[in-house]
């Protein structure tokens, strides 16, 4: 009797591609979270904002009225990824700076020419599968090759991801400005190591615009950036067995003009006092905890950063209305 053949084809189980000597993250991850409190303002780690719940509440974030970033980037590679796939050319081989739900991966895919592999890098390892997957089976000629690892950390890719003619590192969602501009340019340069001479790397990157775009963008009317906010703390208070009280805190978003960002946070309403790891630490009222920093860059700004990394900006794409842009880095 032989086993039941699946029409689908499966793409291999995430590789795990963390580099040899990257420590666990487990054992310090409360120590880390500790310290960043002590900072002034305090700050929890964005990466505890996306839990199971967390990451359903920034798919409901993407489909709101205000939060265009996603409808924009949608809108630009809907038009501009048969341009896109021309200036990367033949065989390219493109590595994918985390997973999204694939919308937009999708659309890039579909226009390049005879792309090689397709190799997505993320943390969530279910998450990454499943979305490996999907990709695998609308793109049967695509080698499909997750890696599971954190891409702000060393990783290593599996020695058998084919090279093409080219290779080109995609980030998209703006996620770069959710870095500070020094990790931003770290992260940009790591890129460029990675795909090498001749390599290309494809950005999503939001733009300046009225702040009150923005703000709204951020905080929404119906409520779902401010659940998605509070919920890191029901994450921390699961993860760590801390007692941080989501009613004491509420979410604000404000647009800071000379840093250039919104930043998210979580201000105390009433004094109160949380324990972590042995340490006190005390809030007034106002008092606020940063838990998302998201920049917004001019053309010219982001163009300056990526050439810092060693990047040259060979072309940008905005939507109609100037909101978002996609930029064409090469080396
Ligand atoms: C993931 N990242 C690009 C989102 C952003 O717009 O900075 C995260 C987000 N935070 C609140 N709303 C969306």
Known sequence: VSAPRSEV????????GAAPGEPAAEPTALAELADALAEQPPRIPSKYLYDERGSALFD?????????PTRSELAIMEQHAAEMARALGPDATVVEYGTGTGRKTRLLLAALDRPCAYVPVDVAAEFLSAASARLAAEFPAVAVVPVWADFTRPFLLPPDVPRGRRRVAYFPGSTIGNFEPDEARALLAEMRDRVGPGGAALVGVDLRKDPRVLEAAYDDAAGVTARFNLNVLAHVNRRFGLAFDPSRFRHRAPWVDRAGRIEMRLVS????EVDVAGRRYRFEPGDYILTEYSHKYRLTEFAALAQTAGWRTRRTWTDAEARFSVHLLET
């Open 9 to 16: 084809p499966r793409p291999p189980e995430p590789w795990p």
């Open 60 to 68: 409901r974030i993407c489909d709101l009225p205000e939060y265009y």
């Open 269 to 272: 309403t009433v004094r109160h």
